[in-house]
C-alpha cells in the first residue's frame, strides 16, 4: 500500500471529512450530544477553531484553524474519534471493540478566503445534497445558523 501523506501547516486552516465504517448507521445525529462532548473535551485540551461543521447521520465535515506553530490535526480528530467511541461504548451503544470509524479521513489545507468560502457553502449544503432536507436552515446539526441568523 503507498505511504499516504498529508500537508501539515502551522496554524493551518483545513476541511475534514469523517465517515463511519458502516455508513448506513445514522450513530453521529442519533448520538450528537456524545459527539459534542467529545468535541468539546478535545477543544478544550488541544486548541483549534471551528470555522463551520456539518454533522450527518454517517459523517461530518469540519473546517478547523489550528494554533499558530501547530499543525497536528491527526491528534485532535483521532481524541475526536475515540471520545465519541468510548462514549458510546460506556452507554451499551457498541459493544467491546466493535468498530465505528472508518481509519482513515480526508483533509484538505484550506489555499485562500476564496477555497474557504466555497469550502464553507459545500459543509452547510452537504445536508440538502445528501437528501436529509429541502433547505439548509432546516439541518439542525450545523454551524450554518452561525453565519445567517438574523441579528435580533
Do not use: C
Not at 445514522?26 to 483549534?48: G, K, N, P, Y
Not at 485532535?76 to 459493544?95: D, H, N, P, Q, Y
Amino acid at each position: 500500500m503507498p505511504a499516504y501523506r498529508r500537508l501539515y501547516i502551522p496554524g493551518g486552516t483545513y476541511f475534514f471529512t469523517v465517515n463511519l465504517a458502516d455508513r448506513s448507521r445514522r450513530l453521529l445525529t442519533d448520538h450528537v450530544t456524545a459527539l459534542r462532548q467529545s468535541w468539546r473535551e478535545v477543544e478544550q485540551d488541544h486548541a483549534f477553531s471551528t470555522l463551520a461543521a456539518v454533522v450527518l447521520p454517517d459523517h461530518l465535515h469540519v473546517i478547523w484553524t489550528l494554533p499558530p506553530g501547530d499543525a497536528d490535526f491527526s491528534t485532535r480528530l483521532r481524541l475526536l474519534k475515540s471520545g465519541f467511541t468510548r462514549r458510546l461504548r460506556a452507554s451499551g451503544v457498541i459493544e467491546g471493540h466493535e468498530k465505528i470509524w472508518q481509519n482513515r479521513f480526508w483533509e484538505r489545507a484550506i489555499r485562500d478566503d476564496r477555497d474557504l468560502e466555497n469550502h464553507i457553502n459545500y459543509v452547510h449544503f452537504n445536508p440538502v445534497k445528501h437528501g436529509h432536507v429541502a433547505e439548509i436552515p432546516d439541518w439542525p446539526y450545523s454551524t450554518w445558523r452561525r453565519y445567517h441568523a438574523p441579528d435580533f
